[in-house]
């Protein structure tokens, strides 16, 4: 071997080790355990939705596995499988260029796994068709609306759970995240555009009337994801006016470990000058310092309104390299 193999060699075995070891250190963290049953348990939601929902009732929704039945029925000499693997494979390495490897991975994660959960349901579960079907007369009498309705709610309430770890389904939802990251349009906007137009193409294909129920399926499912994830992502904005403001600062600062900005206000009626003080909170860290306002202070004068998200310094992954709040 001579000293370019052997450097070469020694190359490729150090950053062997190296990526050997900083996967290690990933899999060794809470974070990512956690993170991985979340992502486990909420495309087994999605499963649940596509199972029982979409496939007996034969709707096409905005997605990609809508828009591959559309090429499909256009170029009929190739299969709805394999245009199935080619778009997600371009979305994927796609997600992977444009949103980056943390999410990439994620979606690779869950996009392998949906397929067999809906497997394990049809072999737990047998159902041959809709379970809002009505049986009169010997005839079967289906309502398509209600299959609609339920899929949109249990795949917008798995889409919001994937979401909020910077994870998604697949398909449709990279197309949502880009649209997101690259526009500003929030996620279950995105998500109402990307599926609107991927509706759009069914009507090379289907009747306007089926057209029609997919796109307000996709609507629908845009309006319930944005309801969900400013559920999931709202916090608590305090206003505290109190003669104990100092003491309420320190409690926040100290034991909540949230920054507060403090307003010098004056009273409308006595003229009194006085302190008013902000700060914005989880649902948790609002139910503690309420605890300690009513047993700790006296005299204070609170309200509180929603705020739909933050950014910037207030979450933990901005604020971990801040310095220690001192004691005073």
Known sequence: MNQNQRFSHVFTAEN????????????????????????TLGMFVAAMGVYFFLIPSKLIVGSITGLSL???KLLPFISVGTIIFVINA????????????????????????????????G?????????FAVHVAGQTIANPWFDLL?????????????????A?????????????????????????IAGGLICCTAFAINDVGLVMI??????????????FMISMNAKTRVYIISKDHEKIRKFVMRKLKRGVTIHEIVGGYTHEKGVQLEVILTNDEFTKLNEFLL??????????????????LWSKKERRNLPEIEEE
């Open 16 to 39: 062997a080790k190296k990526t050997v070891s900083k996967l290690g250190a990933i899999l060794a963290t809470k974070k990512f355990w956690v993170e991985l049953l979340i992502m």
């Open 70 to 72: 559309v090429v499909s």
């Open 90 to 121: 371009i979305l994927l390495i796609l997600a992977f260029l444009l949103i980056g490897n943390e999410f990439g991975a994620k979606t690779v994660y869950t996009a392998l796994i949906l397929g067999p959960m809906i497997d394990f349901l």
């Open 123 to 131: 072999t737990v579960i047998p159902i041959k068709e809709s379970i």
């Open 150 to 166: 339920c899929f949109v709610v249990v795949l917008s309430a798995s889409q919001s759970i994937l979401f909020s770890i910077n």
């Open 168 to 192: 998604s389904t697949g398909g449709l939802d990279i197309m949502a995240k880009i649209i997101n990251k690259y526009t500003g349009f929030h996620l279950g906007s995105a998500v109402a």
């Open 214 to 227: 997919g796109l307000i399926g996709t609507w629908l499912n845009g309006m319930i994801l944005r309801y």
């Open 295 to 312: 047993h700790e202070t006296t005299h204070s004068f609170v309200s509180i309104d929603t705020v739909s998200d933050v950014y910037g």
